[in-house]
Structure formats: structure tokens, C-alpha cells
């Protein structure tokens, strides 16, 4: 049984919802504001917290960096939102999925499956290492030649995967599926954007690569670049 919190200000999609969300036999609660999610989020710690976007009484990205904050609740996105802008900017800030209205219920319930699968009763693999780049995935740190490298969620998540691969060539639909959570498509403008972003962070440009070589239509490929395999 899974305990989840609607943070939705629409009365009829909220009831909607829960009703549907209830009869599958998870429970359900919600609110209508920000600030009502925010404190039904630290009162009730719900197993997965859906949240619109579109909040009366503030923006619902500072309420995905406010619940971020305070506790690791996997949050999934509902809105009506469907620029590419927005959903950077959503999964940048904490949200674990991002799902544009309008939506059925088992779309939903598959959803809340996945992220579930993703955040929960994960094991916290080694340390990675390639050459002087150090990745801890429990720690979520990353060090280049001992020195702390601070990244954005996604850009740590971009190199966990890449680690996670080593020498060998991660395509940009790969990155949009296991970073973005995106497998049927998007905007290869994200990819780059955040590659260049990681890039600048390690010291380097595709122009003069050390650990991070793009594969030109294909996607990019992490290296140590002393050689060693």
C-alpha cells in the first residue's frame, strides 16, 4: 500500500485522483496550495508526492526545491506545462518525473511504479574512478584531482550514468531515458545544454575534450584520459 500526497489546486482533477488513485488501494491525501503541500509533505511523509505546477500561492518549482530540502520524497510533476524549458527547469530542481496533462490513471499508476522502483531499496554501488575523476553515487560527490566539482542534479546524474559505462558510448536517447526519464523521445537541446554545463565544470570543451567525448549523431562516451582502461 502506497501513501501518496496530490498537491493540485484543480478541485475536479484532484478528486478525480484521488478517487482513482484510492480504488487502486493506495492512500491518498491532498492539497490545494503550496504551502498545504508543504505541510502535509513534512507531517505525513508520503511515499511519493504528485504536484502540479500551477499552485495559487506560489510557484510550484520552489515548492519541488522547498519539499527537496527537507525530505527525499520521489516527486512527480503533473501539469499542463509542456515546454521543454519547464521540464528542465522541474527535473533540475528535484522532481523525479514529469507527466503533462492530460493523463489517464494507469499512465499515473505506472508512473508512481517507476520512480518508486528507482528511489526505493536501491543499492549504493563503489565509488567510480576514471583517472582523477572520483563520482560517489551515495554521497552524490564528485572530485576531479581531489577537488570538490559541484554539480546540478542532472549534471550529476549525467555522469553517474556515464561512470556507469565507461569507454563505451551513451546515445543521447539513453540519456534522455535514464536521466530525463523521457524514453520516447525529446529534445536533444537538453542533452547538449547540460553536456556543455558538465563540461565547463571539469575543465574542458568539445572542442578540447579530456573525459567527455561526443560521438557526432551518435551521443557522447566518458574517458580516462591517460589512456588507461
Given at each position: 500500500?502506497?501513501?501518496i500526497?496530490?498537491v493540485?489546486?484543480?478541485?475536479?482533477i484532484?478528486?478525480?485522483?484521488?478517487?482513482s488513485?484510492?480504488?487502486?488501494?493506495?492512500?491518498?491525501?491532498?492539497?490545494?496550495?503550496?504551502?498545504?503541500?508543504?505541510?502535509?509533505?513534512?507531517?505525513?511523509?508520503?511515499?511519493?508526492?504528485l504536484?502540479?505546477?500551477?499552485?495559487?500561492d506560489?510557484d510550484?518549482l520552489?515548492?519541488?526545491?522547498?519539499?527537496r530540502?527537507?525530505v527525499?520524497?520521489?516527486i512527480?510533476?503533473?501539469?499542463?506545462q509542456?515546454?521543454?524549458?519547464t521540464?528542465?527547469?522541474s527535473?533540475?530542481?528535484?522532481?523525479?518525473?514529469y507527466?503533462v496533462k492530460?493523463?489517464g490513471?494507469e499512465?499515473?499508476?505506472?508512473?508512481?511504479?517507476?520512480?518508486l522502483r528507482?528511489?526505493?531499496n536501491?543499492?549504493?554501488?563503489?565509488?567510480y574512478?576514471?583517472?582523477?575523476?572520483?563520482?560517489?553515487?551515495?554521497?552524490?560527490?564528485?572530485?576531479?584531482?581531489?577537488?570538490?566539482?559541484?554539480?546540478?542534479?542532472?549534471?550529476?546524474?549525467?555522469?553517474?550514468?556515464?561512470?556507469?559505462?565507461?569507454?563505451?558510448v551513451v546515445?543521447r536517447?539513453?540519456?534522455?531515458?535514464?536521466?530525463?526519464?523521457?524514453?520516447?523521445?525529446?529534445?536533444?537541446?537538453?542533452?547538449?545544454?547540460h553536456?556543455?554545463?558538465?563540461?565547463?565544470?571539469?575543465?574542458?570543451?568539445?572542442?578540447?575534450?579530456?573525459?567527455?567525448h561526443?560521438?557526432?549523431?551518435?551521443?557522447v562516451?566518458?574517458?580516462?584520459?591517460?589512456?588507461?582502461?
Amino acid at each position: 500500500m502506497t501513501s501518496i500526497l496530490i498537491v493540485e489546486d484543480d478541485q475536479s482533477i484532484r478528486d478525480a485522483l484521488r478517487r482513482s488513485l484510492a480504488d487502486r488501494g493506495h492512500v491518498v491525501s491532498v492539497a490545494a496550495t503550496g504551502m498545504g503541500g508543504l505541510e502535509a509533505t513534512l507531517r505525513e511523509q508520503p511515499d511519493v508526492v504528485l504536484l502540479d505546477l500551477g499552485l495559487p500561492d506560489m510557484d510550484g518549482l520552489t515548492l519541488i526545491a522547498m519539499i527537496r530540502a527537507a525530505v527525499p520524497v520521489p516527486i512527480l510533476v503533473i501539469t499542463a506545462q509542456d515546454d521543454d524549458p519547464t521540464i528542465v527547469r522541474s527535473l533540475d530542481a528535484g522532481a523525479d518525473d514529469y507527466v503533462v496533462k492530460p493523463f489517464g490513471s494507469e499512465q499515473i499508476e505506472a508512473r508512481i511504479r517507476a520512480v518508486l522502483r528507482r528511489t526505493t531499496n536501491e543499492a549504493t554501488p563503489e565509488p567510480y574512478t576514471v583517472g582523477e575523476l572520483r563520482l560517489d553515487p551515495g554521497a552524490r560527490t564528485v572530485t576531479l584531482a581531489g577537488a570538490a566539482v559541484e554539480l546540478s542534479r542532472k549534471e550529476f546524474d549525467m555522469l553517474h550514468l556515464l561512470c556507469r559505462h565507461v569507454g563505451q558510448v551513451v546515445t543521447r536517447r539513453e540519456l534522455l531515458a535514464e536521466v530525463w526519464q523521457q524514453p520516447y523521445g525529446g529534445s536533444d537541446r537538453t542533452v547538449d545544454v547540460h553536456l556543455s554545463w558538465l563540461r565547463r565544470k571539469l575543465g574542458e570543451s568539445a572542442a578540447q575534450p579530456r573525459y567527455l567525448h561526443s560521438v557526432r549523431g551518435v551521443g557522447v562516451r566518458l574517458v580516462d584520459p591517460s589512456g588507461r582502461t
